[in-house]
């Protein structure tokens, strides 16, 4: 747990004033934005990324007077150095560029690149000892022994942005390790949390898109709907915070007001609350160790009037099980895990199966991989992206007979 910083590391950040986003224009980095809108006077930005979208990039690069922007799409560098025509913004195209972005000096980083691209441009904001804000799963999920271990040797610290994960941050602080029972994340229970499990195969896009309290992008909400996110958050929570598969606890909480709660050993249970609005942990993140003024509404627990809470349902839900499967058998399991469920996600927006199917093509292709014999420990970034890769092409091979099976 060194590389997630403690309450009296405070001076550490104190002075933190530059800031850079990796990855501005999505859903977190639209909320990152939003709250360096109304603190103008506390940063300055340093670097901004963006996977493809150059109008949106090169619009908040010149209204946040950013030294440098880089979009990953090697192709578009010449649309985004007319856009910023006539600036003294530095640009740059390409994954070398996002990872120049990165490197740059800034204090406090955002990682939020989606996906295993994301991975390259954290470690080199993590090995100059930045404070990074990590709102991308697949650092931990794909490379999380070596990724914390980067970060302890750098002296770089870790803000868990994911709502979840910041809640435990917070609650984390009430006691001392060793007084630690378990950890609590919670769960909505997206839109099929009543549903019979036969509807839930059935599910279409539009169903599986309708979350009923966060609004995120398309992947994410696909992954609310089945619980895979919820399985990569406990994977997520084990590498950052150093638990065992049994020190995790998920529990359904429809209203998605208590995001996480610790239990220690005289049997408190500390729990953080707030409204369903990314803005909260990053807000958090972005002024730790002090507290910044966020624009999210108060909570108003009187007209919300309950709070409820019921098991998940491991067979209803088995992207959770297949999560805490792939946690205890390590190995890059959770690698081929995450890898695996990217491609069967993809594969069902694009309608070539169905949503039950996403968790099987999960299960396939991890059970394929154990069998070849291909676990191995993880130790280097090239090394998850290569067993991410690979997994990819193997889900992608399985695709055809999970696809027939279900028709």
């Known amino acids: 747990m060194s590389a997630v910083p403690l309450r009296n590391n405070k001076a550490a950040l104190a002075a933190a004033r530059t800031v850079t986003v990796l990855g501005a224009t999505g859903s977190i980095g639209d909320s990152t934005m939003d709250l360096l809108r109304g603190a103008r006077d506390r940063y300055q930005v340093e670097a901004l990324t963006a996977n493809s979208n150059v109008e949106a990039l090169a619009k908040l690069a010149k209204e946040f007077d950013a030294r440098f922007a880089a979009i990953a799409d090697p192709a578009r560098l010449g649309e985004l150095k007319d856009a910023l025509a006539g600036t003294n913004i530095e640009c740059g195209a390409g994954e070398s560029a996002v990872i120049e972005a990165a490197a740059r000096p800034a204090d406090w980083v955002m990682a939020a690149v989606s996906g295993a691209a994301g991975l390259k441009p954290a470690l080199a904001a993590v090995d100059r000892g930045a404070a990074v804000a990590l709102a991308n799963k697949e650092c931990l999920v794909c490379a999380g022994d070596f990724f914390m271990q980067r970060a302890a040797k750098a002296g770089a610290c870790i803000l868990p942005a994911d709502s979840e994960h910041n809640a435990l941050f917070q609650a984390l602080s009430s006691g001392n390790r060793e007084e630690l029972v378990r950890v609590i994340i919670t769960a909505s229970g997206g839109p099929f949390r009543t549903w019979a499990p036969a509807d839930i ?119 959770l099980r297949l999560a805490y499967e792939a946690l205890r058998t390590g190995r890059g399991a959770t690698t081929v895990f995450n890898a695996a469920n990217e491609v069967a996600v993809a594969a069902f927006i694009a309608g070539k199966i169905k949503f039950g199917s996403i968790a099987r093509l999960v299960e396939a292709t991890i059970n394929d991989w154990i069998r070849a014999g291909n676990l191995a420990p993880l130790s280097s970034a090239d090394d998850a992206i290569t067993v991410d890769h690979n997994a990819r092409n193997r889900a992608a091979s399985l695709l055809p007979q999970i696809a027939l099976k279900a028709s």
């Open 201 to 319: 195969e059935q599910a279409t896009l539009e169903q599986a898109l309708k979350h009923p309290n966060w609004s995120m992008g398309q992947k994410i909400t696909i992954d609310s709907a089945s619980m895979m996110n919820k399985g990569l958050e406990v994977i997520e929570a084990s590498y950052l915070f150093a638990l065992s598969a049994d020190e995790i606890d998920v529990l359904v909480h429809p209203q998605s007001i208590i995001h996480g709660m610790v239990e220690f050993s005289d049997r408190s249970v500390v729990a953080q609350l707030g409204a369903p609005d990314m803005r909260i942990p990053i807000a958090h993140c972005l002024g730790w160790p002090e507290r910044i003024v966020g624009p999210s509404a108060r909570l108003d627990l009187a007209k919300i009037g309950q709070l409820t809470f019921e098991a998940p349902d491991f067979e209803r839900f088995p992207g």
